[in-house]
């Protein structure tokens, strides 16, 4: 590679190719474009190939404390069928089920109702136990939030062809290279890298973060006075299979139980809402979508449908380092966790299927996208979790117009 590039981005994962795709279509930066990934593969142990596959909606982010995550999540939703849609990803626009099992839960189903009210997220309504078992038979519930915009994705499939696109306009990655330091000189920046065979050096005019759950190592690389520092939080998943009876079919929505609270170690906090909103503010408690029923694709006569498997979590816990991808939940957990609003489940049903680790960011809930304040051409997006894949586009495209 050349010694000096226009600009480099840390992190090849959903946001890191979608920007690495934006700029290369983007006349005035389309080339000299460098993006470095420690993975030795696109895709490789990371947020955007440990997930749901949720496209998400965007009525869990209130504007008051997280307006990029209220902005950008509804933006996100509609480009990313317009991609999906264009580049024949597969995709599938199946509605969500947020369901409210007793008086209390309905306290929080208003507040996601009136937050998605405000962030104009489209066709919602709350329907009845009635239509709920229109929609999906076995599951039950006193009343829920129908979400016709929600959705799934193959998310592998979609950073692949982001990977593609960009290549295919001159990107140049670098997988199975690891950033070791960035240090401004005579305004530029140089960038270090170490794979396991060599290191290097080059020069770059702009700097993007997109190292996911160690972007806040990087932010320090440059500012060792950053003050972001990364929380992660670890969610494990089971599954089950939804041929396995007819007590368990599905018809092939994404169900989720309220949003609550939950302790440092995983537990729910069972408190009235107001109470919840309480300690949430005082940072004594995080905000959990629950443990969700998902829809999966499986691949059939080389093409992806709508597969048996179902996807169950988030589990959380907390991790012993960003790296720790080990299950520590059993299927009781699970169980337990469904059973309220997916009474027929049975213990037998369900298995283990995987880990995954959010970059969560101690103290700050919104995205953090931003200059430096000292190196205006060293851009951070750190804390880029949940819902990053679905606003990974909108995300890009907001980082495009910081640059100009």
């Known amino acids: 590679m050349s010694e000096k590039v226009n600009i480099a981005i840390i992190g090849a994962g959903v946001i890191g190719c979608a920007l690495a795709h934006y700029l290369s279509m983007d006349g005035g930066n389309s080339k000299d474009i460098v993006v470095i990934e420690k993975n030795k593969q696109i895709n490789g142990e990371n947020q955007s190939s440990r997930n749901s596959g949720v496209i998400h909606a965007g009525m869990y982010y209130p504007e008051s404390i997280g307006p990029l995550k209220a902005k950008l999540c509804v933006e996100g939703n509609r480009m990313l069928y317009d991609f999906c849609s264009k580049y024949d990803i597969p995709h599938k626009k199946c509605g969500k089920l947020i369901v409210a099992t007793d008086s209390l839960e309905e306290q929080y189903l208003e507040d996601v109702y009136e937050i998605a009210k405000k962030n104009r997220v489209p066709d919602i309504r709350l329907i009845d136990k009635e239509e709920i078992k229109i929609m999906e038979p076995n599951v039950g519930g006193k009343t ?8 799934i994705i193959e998310a592998t499939t979609f950073v692949n062809k982001l990977y593609d696109l960009a290549e295919e306009e001159g990107v140049m990655f670098l997988p199975g290279n690891k950033v070791v330091g ?3 000189v005579d305004g530029l920046f140089k960038v270090n890298i170490e794979s396991e065979t060599d290191s290097e050096s080059f020069l770059s005019e ?15 690389m440059i500012d060792p006075e950053s003050p972001y520092r990364m929380d992660p939080i670890k969610g494990e998943s089971a599954k089950f299979y939804r041929s396995a009876s007819g007590a368990v079919e599905m018809s092939g929505m994404n169900v989720y139980p309220v949003p609550f609270g939950y302790m440092p170690d995983g537990s729910k906090l069972k408190v009235g809402f107001k109470e919840f909103q309480r300690l949430f503010k005082e940072g004594k408690v995080n905000k959990s979508v629950g443990v969700h029923l998902t829809p999966t694709f499986d691949m059939r006569e080389g093409k992806f449908v709508i597969g048996d498997t179902v996807t169950m979590g988030p589990a959380y816990s907390a ?3 960003k790296d720790d991808y080990s299950s520590i939940r059993d299927p009781n957990y699970y169980y337990l966790a469904v059973k309220p609003f997916f009474p027929n489940i049975e213990l037998k049903n369900i ?6 680790i959010r970059a969560k960011l101690s103290g700050h809930y919104d995205f953090v996208i931003e200059r430096d304040p000292a190196y ?3 851009i951070n997006l750190i804390g880029i979790d949940s819902p990053g894949l679905t606003a990974s586009l909108a995300i890009a495209e907001y980082t495009l117009k910081m640059i100009h």
Request: aromatic share 8%.
């Open 376 to 378: 205006g051409s060293f």
């Open 144 to 151: 829920a939030l129908y979400v016709p915009t929600s959705g």
């Open 351 to 356: 298995s283990l299927h995987q880990a995954g």
């Open 182 to 184: 960035v240090e401004p």
């Open 206 to 220: 702009t700097v993007i973060n997109c190292a996911g759950l160690y972007s806040d190592d990087i932010a320090k």
């Open 319 to 321: 991790p012993e380092d």
